[in-house]
């Protein structure tokens, strides 16, 4: 008996690492081939391709390089997250169905502030504000966009971030969720709750509605920076403050929305100093995102039950 289950557990552990270098090999293949095809384009180049037991299916040690630049961009891993190595490897032949649960996750993407490719950034940064008055509480705040001259001014002379995406179903919902984190600088987490987001559906020309939404926003020392150098190039706190809130009015009413009151003074409150802002959204009834802006602007708030706290 004892005979029998060492060669069970042989056997087994045998089959998994022969499943797992199939697995392995078949993506590298098929990446190999995705790359060739991109080459015209993008130069990528990798290390090593790895399929783990959970159903996490990793490239990694990934350098990118645009063909016109000298520099290029380094990410440690990109990796396809799924319910388990069984799904895994079968997912070049799963129906079009969402699974239980299925994300991307990009780790350690770094890249140089004075890359060459970073430099054609500035110079379009600068014809697209080129008709724009800023103040000095815009330009050293960088309101009009994270240039890599900004960034640099800011003490950031190399970008170091991880990047999330998710889906997953809890009962008849979705839930999509997306982050960032930027080294020294902030993270970013998004999550949409999602009612009729069936693909099946979806193809019928159905419309996914917003149940719920979440936005939690962590500043991990750029408002700090910004206030410093601010500082330095003579511009009040105050007026930095003021540029900043004339920034997220403007972002809001590109969105079709005006802020009201209670969602201006607690983001008001992280500006002056808390760490985080946190944006919910708990509307009574699903809403048809794609309807909202038949909406007054000042109305949308309420429409989408918005809330917001800073803390």
Same mark, same amino acid.
């Given at each position: 008996m004892r005979n029998l289950l060492v060669a069970a557990v042989v056997i087994g552990v045998g089959g998994f690492f022969g499943a797992k270098l199939y697995v392995q090999h078949k993506a590298a293949e098929d990446l190999d081939a995705m790359l060739a095809q991109a080459r015209p384009f993008v130069e990528i180049e990798y290390e090593h391709v790895v399929a783990t037991i959970r159903g996490e299916l990793r490239v990694e040690d990934v350098t990118v390089r645009f063909p016109q630049f000298n520099d290029g961009l380094t990410v440690e891993s990109i990796g396809v997250l799924t319910p388990g190595f069984l799904f895994l490897l079968g997912f070049d032949r799963q129906e079009l169905e969402f699974p239980e649960h299925l994300g991307v996750e990009l780790t350690g993407l770094r890249v140089n502030a004075d890359a060459d490719f970073m430099r054609t950034l500035d110079e379009l940064h600068e014809a697209q504000v080129a008709a724009i008055e800023l103040t000095p509480a815009d330009h050293c705040a960088a309101t009009y966009g994270m240039t890599p001259a900004a960034l640099k001014r800011l003490?950031?002379? *190399?970008?170091? !971030?991880?990047?999330?995406?998710?889906? +997953?179903?809890?009962?008849?919902?979705?839930?999509?969720?997306?982050?960032?984190? @930027?080294?020294? =600088?902030?993270?970013?987490?998004? &999550?949409?709750?999602?009612?009729?987001?069936?693909?099946?559906? =979806?193809?019928?020309?159905? +419309?996914?509605?917003?149940?719920?939404?979440?936005?939690?926003?962590?500043? +991990?020392?750029?408002?700090?920076?910004?206030?410093?150098?601010?500082? *330095? &190039?003579?511009?009040?706190?105050?007026?930095? @403050?003021? #540029?900043? !809130?004339?920034?997220?009015?403007?972002?809001?009413?590109?969105?079709? =929305?005006?802020? $009201? #009151?209670?969602? @201006? *003074?607690?983001? !008001? $409150?992280?500006?002056?100093?808390? &760490?985080?802002?946190?944006?919910?959204?708990?509307?009574?009834?699903? @809403?048809?995102?794609? +309807?909202?802006?038949?909406?007054?602007?000042?109305?949308?708030?309420?429409?989408?039950?918005?809330?917001?706290?800073?803390?």
């Open positions: 003490g950031y002379h *190399e970008v170091v !971030m991880d990047l999330n995406a998710s889906l +997953r179903t809890v009962a008849t919902h979705l839930v999509v969720e997306l982050g960032a984190e @930027i080294e020294d =600088m902030y993270e970013l987490d998004v &999550q949409l709750t999602l009612e009729g987001a069936d693909p099946r559906a =979806m193809a019928r020309g159905a +419309r996914p509605l917003l149940v719920g939404g979440r936005l939690d926003y962590v500043d +991990r020392s750029l408002n700090d920076r910004i206030v410093r150098h601010c500082a *330095e &190039q003579q511009v009040t706190r105050e007026d930095v @403050i003021a #540029a900043q !809130m004339r920034e997220i009015q403007a972002i809001a009413r590109d969105s079709g =929305m005006e802020l $009201d #009151a209670p969602l @201006i *003074e607690p983001y !008001m $409150d992280f500006l002056l100093g808390k &760490q985080r802002f946190t944006l919910t959204s708990a509307p009574p009834r699903p @809403i048809d995102l794609t +309807r909202v802006s038949l909406y007054k602007p000042s109305d949308v708030p309420n429409l989408l039950n918005l809330s917001a706290e800073a803390g």
